[in-house]
């Protein structure tokens, strides 16, 4: 929690002006037990209305200023708390982009959203009670003692008693709910999780009649989390009965005390007075802290979950090459590479071997779960290489900036993820400053331009979250167009062709091929039709490159594309056979 604090620098002023007005307001609080007692002991006694027409101005004047001291404090503390939320959560937001995907993988989506929003939001009401309560609360309570003592010292014992028991109290219910806060936000990660699952999935919840199964699991989750939080709300609960009592007592001792004292004549009744005032403040001021102890205990469990993201380094360093020789012919070669994801159990990639010359298109094909992707992934440096070396135009990628060499790559993901807003607005991810021409080139090379011109305003067509109002070729056609539209000297379509029926499929591949001689193409598909006319066919099984050739050298000889091949064209089996 402790290094998120560089997020309230820019806040300083506002950070120190917060407490100084609590605790100017809490030095004219403590003073009004004090007028009290003179009203009392002179105005009442003495039947001085003019005297106590005069200390209940001063009072009317104490209240007033307190106010406007506490409003001013909570000015300050609520533009301090709320500055340094946004700061914190643009830092984390930013972070978050710098990991790589293997580390996001680790952490998950589910608890990334949280941490971004209901951790930061307690953090940030933490930051605000403690700018305006947490010097206050200290200040009025030690204050009152040390009033008690100028009052009668004898009497202010009960204080320097009562006071030591109540921080033992407050400060071990602290100690015992914080590890209980954290569980309960850890569970609020699941809740999320199982959630967004569920908005974004839907479709297919509805389409098996999972409703009420699904229904279960979330109302078992929020119950789980209700006990959880209801435990941990119980212990800190305690705090305000237990303090209630303990002050109770504390009066009960001090009003018997110093009853005994005022018909001894030690004491006077005004004294008496200011005593319990004083008492009073230190229970209400200590019902505010057990409070504030409850916020900020919750507060720092939610930045320490925050301040983990934050201190998490990214796993990838960005290469300082700012140069890219496009003229070698050798595109990508891969040297003995294998990969195996965080948590993995085993190789997802085990010694890839390949070298890839400019200007080919190159299929890769497999099963569920051969590692397609996985490979593919490794050429824009999504994931690092944990063996070997992928080497981009001759050099290894990791020697490459990021940003130049995601510049050089076309990439068309396996899901289709579109973003709200115009046609126009989503192929300009592709290339900021697309022209018209560009964007007509690119929609008709993904074979898109026949329906986007039928959509109401064509390119201005308002496209909804997730490409909600669009079919599944539309869209892979329109993400296709995104890729295009940047003119990549690598492009990679990862099995993103795969709701094109196969007219449109061989459309979009010669068109890809038509497009420049220099770009070189991967497709990446389940489909033999997709890949048959690649000048090199590389065929995946379990991790592992086990065939590499043209279609008619790997139906000849490998036994992992003909039964990929044969399941797909059964009447060239029968035929072959």
Known sequence: MKSLLIYLKDYKKESVLAPIFKMLEACFELIVPLVMAAVIDVGIVNSDKTYVMKMCGVLVLLGIVGLAASITAQFYAAKAATGFASKLRSA?????????????????????????????????????????????????????????????????????????????????????????????????????????????????????????????????????????????????????????????????????????????????????IALINYMSQILIELVKLANLIILTTKAVACGDRIAAVINTKPDMVNGKEEVINTDNNEVLSFDHVSLTYKGGQGKALDDITFTIQKGQTVGIIGGTGSGKSSLVNLIPRFYDATEGKVSIFGRDVREYNYNLLRDKIGIVLQKAELFHGTIEENLKWGKENASKDDIEKALEYSQAKEYVDKKPGKTSFEIEQNGRNLSGGQKQRLTIARALIKKPDILIMDDSASALDFATDAKLRMSIRNMSKDITTFIVSQRAASVQYADVILVMDDGKLVGKGTHEELLAQNKVYQEIYYSQFPKEEAVNG
């Open 92 to 272: 984390l937001f930013e972070h978050i982009h710098s990991l790589s995907f293997s580390q996001t993988d680790v952490f998950g989506t589910d608890t990334l959203i949280t941490r971004m929003t209901s951790d930061i939001n307690q953090v940030q009401s933490g930051v605000n009670m403690v700018l305006r309560l947490f010097m206050r609360s200290p200040i009025v309570v030690i204050g009152a003692m040390i009033m008690a003592f100028t009052v009668n010292p004898s009497e202010a014992f009960i204080f320097v008693i009562v006071i030591p028991l109540l921080a033992i109290v407050v400060f071990g219910i602290m100690l015992i709910t914080m590890p209980l806060y954290k569980k309960a936000q850890a569970r609020l990660d699941l809740i999320t999780r199982g959630t967004r699952e569920n908005l974004t999935g839907v479709r297919v919840i509805r389409a098996f009649n999972k409703e009420e199964s699904e229904e279960k699991n979330y109302f078992e989750n929020t119950k789980a989390l209700s006990k959880e939080q209801q435990f941990v709300g119980g212990i800190s609960g305690l705090m305000n009965p237990i303090t209630y009592l303990m002050i109770s007592f504390a009066t009960i001792a001090l009003i018997y005390s110093g009853a005994v004292k005022v018909d001894t004549g030690i004491l006077t009744k005004g004294q008496v």
